[in-house]
């Protein structure tokens, strides 16, 4: 099954609203990063962690090697946040495994 | 931020032919790796590459596959021959590290590969 599992699958958020996406990990993840794929397919870089937390504008992302899940939280959310959310983890020594990604729309 | 650039964007073939998948990484990295993302579905691991060598492949990276980056050049993915289910979009990345000190990858627009 998969190792990196992401939830929710899909979302619907209103325009200024706020929500967590989570990653879980059936792995030892000891590296973790975070995507936007845009509609036009597209990956952003949004994070690149070790254990701790980042912040950047309106997004912030925490993860917990420990407990082996992340999060990307999103305050205030704009129009142009919509599109597919995936984290990657890697495990020391193999390589990096996507999550099944969020699917967000923000709506008017 | 540090772009990766992917040639050509579209490619169709004729299941059976060989096609070359051409990624131009970032200029200072040093591993680089090829993806494949079914439409609408995550985004799968192929093979990573560093020194002229295939570090590590997953089971997607079918016999019919193979990489090199010639002197410096474009770093490839060879198909030969496609088959239907290799239609795809294949994404490159590259980072500046890599084995058990990975840094952050960095992808490119992707190559909509369809084998008719």
Same mark, same amino acid.
């Given at each position: 099954?998969?190792?990196?599992?992401?939830?929710?699958?899909?979302?619907?958020?209103?325009?200024?609203?706020?929500?967590?996406?989570?990653?879980?990990?059936?792995?030892?993840?000891?590296?973790?990063?975070?995507?936007?794929?845009?509609?036009?397919?597209?990956?952003?870089?949004?994070?690149?962690?070790?254990?701790?937390?980042?912040?950047?504008?309106?997004?912030?992302?925490?993860?917990?090697?420990?407990?082996?899940?992340?999060?990307?939280?999103?305050?205030?959310?704009?129009?142009?946040?919509?599109?597919?959310?995936?984290?990657?983890?890697?495990?020391?020594?193999?390589?990096?495994?996507?999550?099944?990604?969020?699917?967000?729309?923000?709506?008017? | 931020?540090? =772009?990766?650039?992917?040639?050509?964007?579209?490619?169709?073939?004729?299941? %059976?032919?060989?096609? &070359? /998948?051409?990624?131009? !990484?970032?200029?200072?990295?040093?591993?680089?790796?090829?993806?494949?993302?079914?439409?609408?579905?995550?985004?799968?691991?192929?093979?990573?590459?560093?020194?002229?060598?295939?570090?590590?492949?997953? =089971?997607?990276?079918?016999?019919?596959?193979?990489?090199?980056?010639?002197? %410096?050049?474009?770093? &490839? /993915?060879?198909?030969? !021959?496609?088959?239907?289910?290799?239609?795809?979009?294949?994404?490159?990345?590259?980072?500046?590290?890599?084995?058990?000190?990975?840094?952050?990858?960095?992808?490119?627009?992707?190559?909509?590969?369809?084998?008719?």
């Amino acid at each position: 099954g998969d190792k990196v599992k992401q939830s929710p699958s899909a979302l619907s958020l209103q325009e200024g609203t706020n929500s967590a996406l989570r990653c879980n990990f059936s792995i030892a993840a000891t590296t973790v990063q975070w995507f936007l794929q845009n509609p036009r397919g597209s990956l952003i870089n949004l994070f690149y962690l070790v254990p701790g937390t980042k912040e950047n504008g309106r997004l912030k992302s925490t993860f917990n090697s420990k407990e082996s899940y992340s999060t990307l939280h999103i305050r205030d959310a704009q129009l142009e946040d919509s599109g597919t959310y995936f984290c990657a983890a890697e495990e020391s020594g193999t390589y990096q495994r996507f999550g099944t990604g969020t699917k967000l729309q923000v709506v008017p | 931020g540090p =772009k990766v650039l992917q040639i050509p964007s579209h490619q169709i073939i004729d299941m %059976g032919q060989m096609v &070359t /998948l051409n990624c131009d !990484p970032v200029s200072n990295h040093l591993y680089f790796y090829w993806y494949k993302q079914i439409l609408g579905q995550q985004m799968e691991f192929l093979v990573n590459f560093y020194n002229g060598k295939v570090m590590e492949k997953s =089971k997607l990276f079918k016999d019919q596959f193979s990489v090199e980056r010639p002197d %410096g050049s474009y770093f &490839t /993915l060879k198909i030969q !021959p496609t088959a239907l289910e290799d239609s795809a979009v294949y994404f490159c990345a590259s980072s500046s590290t890599g084995g058990f000190n990975y840094a952050e990858q960095f992808f490119g627009p992707g190559t909509r590969l369809t084998v008719l």
